[in-house]
């Protein structure tokens, strides 16, 4: 074999090894990752996470192999039968736990500087939640089965407000607050924000 031969050989293998890289890894992007399932034993919301090397070597031969690779309920119901996984058939990437929390923020403003929620970085700079009383929370301050109940009495506060709010909760004597310049009537828990000058 000549010269060009051997280069469109080596061309040819980079190129099928070029796509069969990109296949695994988009693959493996859309298995990985927290979700949240319905347990069919308890009823009740369960964080698994799918065995995301697995089910994507498999599905470059077929149908995906899909199994558990963590859950919530583990190790004392490590035996289960998986039946959650049919849940995940449909369709997986509705079931991440950010796919929630970014689906919750959609069409929402922050509670402090109303700015609407664009495309949610979870990353960096995650958004937070006030508490009803004004307490300041971030995700992963919120337990799994506690998630409706939040998303339905708290409200969404972007990354640069929370970090000020942070702030100003914990070192009050540093800060000047201001709230009647933006349109903020009330202080943190509806309490009347102190006015000074």
């Known amino acids: 074999m000549n010269t060009a031969a051997y280069f469109i050989v080596i061309l040819a293998v980079a190129t099928a090894l070029y796509f069969s890289v990109r296949w695994l890894v988009k693959s493996y992007a859309q298995f990985r990752g927290t979700r949240i399932v319905s347990c069919p034993e308890t009823g009740r919301p369960a964080l698994v996470e799918v065995d995301a090397l697995r089910a994507s070597l498999t599905s470059t031969v077929g ?21 959650c996984l049919v849940n995940l058939d449909v369709t997986p990437g509705e079931c991440l736990v950010s796919g929630v929390l970014m689906r919750w923020c959609r ?10 929620f664009g495309l ?3 990353t960096d700079h995650k958004p937070a939640l006030q508490a009803p009383d004004g307490k300041l929370l971030t995700w992963n301050a919120i337990a799994i089965e506690n998630l409706p ?29 201001r709230p009647w310049r933006h349109g903020i009537s009330e202080g943190v828990g509806g309490s009347p924000a102190p006015r000074h000058r």
């Open 63 to 83: 149908l995906p192999f899909v199994q558990l690779q963590n859950c919530s309920r583990w190790p004392l119901k490590e035996q289960c039968g998986q039946e």
């Open 107 to 116: 069409g929402k403003g922050c509670v402090y500087c109303g700015r609407p």
């Open 120 to 122: 949610v970085h979870w």
């Open 149 to 177: 109940a939040v998303l339905d009495s708290h409200l969404p506060v972007c990354w640069d407000c929370y970090i000020a709010q942070s702030f100003r909760l914990e070192h009050p004597d540093l800060v000047v607050y």
